[in-house]
């Protein structure tokens, strides 16, 4: 059975920080393609960043370059999105999603950015 399971969402204040983690099972984690979305209320889900199986140059969304950084840790199972300078509109709910012959995703985590 696969799991993804996200943690470290919350509510900050604009500038802030937050470190979110999605812990993986159930996959050859490895050998996965890693990335992290997110949905705003009334709006699609949208991909934020993508990290790659070999973890070569990760992939970010125009509006998150230079604030937000994906990283893996095979040896834990585990992705994270480190996210700096937050804005309100970083507002959503942050999936993660895993590659693994086809796809899977976690249950999310809610980040809130107040002004």
């Known amino acids: 059975q696969v799991q993804l399971v996200e943690s470290g969402g919350g509510l900050v204040h604009t500038g802030g920080s937050l470190r979110l983690s999605c812990v993986a099972s159930?996959?050859?984690?490895?050998?996965?393609?890693m990335s992290w979305y997110r949905q705003a209320p009334g709006k699609e889900r949208e991909l934020v960043t993508l990290?790659?199986?070999?973890?070569?140059?990760?992939n970010y969304a125009d509006s998150v370059k230079g604030r937000f950084t994906i990283s893996r840790d095979n040896g834990k199972n585990t992705v994270y999105l480190q996210m700096n300078s937050l804005k309100p509109e970083d507002t959503a709910v942050y999936y993660c999603?895993?590659?693994?012959?086809?796809?899977?995703w976690g249950q999310g985590t809610q980040v809130t950015v107040s002004s």
């Open positions: 990290i790659t199986s070999t973890g070569g140059t990760p």
């Open positions: 159930g996959i050859t984690f490895s050998r996965s393609t």
């Open positions: 999603k895993a590659i693994w012959g086809r796809a899977y």
